[in-house]
């Protein structure tokens, strides 16, 4: 018996397990490589997909669409009716075509515009939130999101570890990314010490933070006969 995990070998053995995409998502996937735009890694989806099978949520929030895998990944796997934000216009495009074409079409309403902008335009809180936008800004999305966060609702936050980055001291982080770690930081921080959530990160993937809202805890008044 082993010692030690080898975290490499077991990673490749628990993808292994995953179960394969359906052919017309499968294409998604292989066009966001094409593109070079970056995809949900297998450890995000698995918890997706656990996550989504347990809450069974009505509406879904994404914050950052691309070109439309993840908001197809989780209408494959949910009931859901998903609000998904995108601004960038040679992701939009693709995303809308690749909505269109799916079997989910019905389900998912995307949004083009700023997110900031947009997340201050919406009246209706959701279950469940998937954030997957720039990095940077995640820390000024949140107080927002968390507005739109109903109680009990769960935030899935992607890509919070950065590679890794996360842990090095400011000066040891190439120039360019320096802002975007010390906002991830502020951000991760900020979830952490909120008295309104439950998170924990997990260092799945690339990094995945999930937090739970807590229910307001409401007082039952008896009227004294």
């Known amino acids: 018996m082993a010692e030690r995990i ?15 995409l359906p052919a017309w998502l499968h ?20 918890l997706l ?26 209408a494959e796997h949910s009931d859901a009716e998903i609000l998904t934000i995108e601004h960038a216009p040679q992701r939009v495009e693709a995303a809308r075509e690749n909505i269109a074409n799916s079997p989910h079409a019905g389900r998912i309403r995307l949004i083009v515009g700023d997110a900031e902008e947009v997340l201050g335009g919406i009246t209706e809180t959701f279950p469940f939130i998937f954030m997957d ?33 996360i842990l090095e001291p400011h000066y040891a982080v190439e120039r360019r990314n320096r802002t975007i770690h010390k906002r991830m930081r502020e951000y991760l921080y900020a979830l952490t010490h909120d008295d309104e959530l439950v998170t924990d990160i997990l260092e799945d993937g690339d990094g995945i933070a999930v937090s739970v809202k807590r229910q307001m805890q409401r007082r039952t008044v008896r009227n004294e006969v």
Do not use: W
């Not at 929030?61 to 990944?73: C, M, Q, R, Y």
């Open 27 to 46: 294409a998604v996937e292989n066009e966001c490589a094409e593109m070079y735009v970056p995809v949900i890694r297998q450890e995000t989806r698995s």
């Open 6 to 20: 080898d975290p490499e070998r077991m990673r490749t053995y628990l993808r292994s397990l995953d179960r394969d």
């Open 49 to 74: 997909r656990m996550l989504l099978a347990a809450m069974r949520p009505a509406h879904i929030l994404e914050v950052g669409t691309a070109i439309g895998f993840s908001s197809l990944f989780m």
């Open 133 to 165: 936008a720039a990095k940077g800004q995640y820390i000024h999305f949140l107080p927002r999101v968390r507005e739109l966060l109903g109680e009990g609702g769960v935030l899935v936050t992607d890509n919070v570890l950065r590679g890794g980055d």
